[in-house]
């Protein structure tokens, strides 16, 4: 299941109060892998560089401390502004220090310089978008709601260009390449034609208008399909417009660089573009004496997809840095 397939999850209600609906997936491997040290010392610092609705951070927190970890330091990043309001609420009384900020990941250099910490001793990096986004963000990640095609994972404001600029004033062979190349949609010619020709007529708005435009453009056996025929637009979109592969690039690298000796590293990853970024470059620090702790990723098992639709794409990886490691 790809990203933007999420959108077909079931039973996803809005809460009220603003609370998460967003499900972590592969919690129990995320906390046995991230938990289950070789030494517990007393004191470990945590970055969980993609917060969401801090599901993943709040049972890593309370597991170190039944292993006895009395002094835990947790950063937690986000691009969205409403998942770091969220996270401070959940995550209240959970760590002796709580580091909360709204930044990318690919900026964790920064935030750790900020709070002067040198380094972590573990990195959680969860690549999927949460339920919340999808649910609440109105910024047209779902073609089952009509929303406005931003697809900006932060402040709108923030960003250079939004999917609707995207679609709007791209050329057609850029359009192309960006949906073949971020989603490997197969009928990608076809969809930025369509894109072009509708647009000569109208301004493409809405996040439904687009995915009607996408549906109309492909052939109707495409349409009968177990995933919604404008998913993989949706998702190349989205990555273009948050430069997520690149931003994915650095934070690993910043990452690794900031992990302690002996730390951990673990990416949850959905879609084989991010998996195939964070496999080599694991492969590449495993040459350089890192140890590699997943030989294959790390998948859900059936009762979670039962349970979390949404989880049967993850995969996770984990990566431990050597004691003697400078690399």
Do not use: C
Request: aromatic fraction near 6%; charge should be positive; hydrophobic fraction near 40%.
């Amino acid at each position: 299941m790809e990203k933007g397939e999420r959108s077909k999850e079931k039973g996803v209600r809005s809460d009220e109060k603003g609370d998460s609906v967003h499900k972590p997936v592969l919690l129990n491997e995320i906390i046995g892998y991230l938990t289950d040290l070789p030494e517990h010392p007393s004191d470990i610092s945590y970055l969980d560089g993609t917060l969401g609705g801090a599901g993943h951070a709040l049972a890593v927190a309370e597991a170190l401390k039944e292993k006895g970890v009395r002094h835990l330091t947790l950063a937690g990043l986000d691009r969205d502004p409403a998942a770091i309001a969220r996270a401070a609420v959940a995550l209240q009384g959970k760590a002796s220090k709580l580091i909360l900020e709204n930044e990318d990941f690919r900026n964790l250099d920064r935030v750790l310089d900020k709070h002067g910490m040198k380094a972590v001793d573990l990195i959680l990096l969860d690549l999927g978008i949460s339920s919340d986004e999808l649910e609440s963000s109105g910024r047209g990640f779902t073609f089952q709601k009509d929303e406005p095609l931003l697809m900006t994972l932060g402040d709108p404001a923030r960003y250079q260009f939004t999917a609707k600029d995207i679609v709007n004033g791209w050329e057609e062979e850029v359009l192309a390449n960006i949906i073949f190349g971020y989603a490997e949609e197969k009928f990608a010619r076809r969809i930025a034609r369509a894109i072009v020709i509708y647009r000569s007529k109208k301004k493409i708005e809405t996040s439904m208008e687009l995915a009607e435009i996408v549906k109309n453009a492909v052939p109707p056996f495409y349409r009968r399909g177990k995933i919604h025929p404008a998913t993989k637009t949706f998702q190349a979109l989205r990555i273009a417009v948050n430069d997520e592969l690149e931003a994915l690039r650095e934070g690993l690298a910043k990452g690794f660089d900031r992990l302690a000796p002996g730390g951990r590293m673990a990416v949850i990853s959905f879609h084989s573009l991010e998996d195939r970024i964070v496999k080599g470059f694991f492969k590449d620090k495993g040459k350089l004496g890192a140890d590699v702790l997943t030989k294959k990723p790390v998948t859900a098992a059936q009762e979670e997809i039962s349970s979390n639709p949404r989880s049967r794409s993850a995969k996770l990886r984990v990566i431990s840095k050597n004691k003697n490691q400078n690399k």
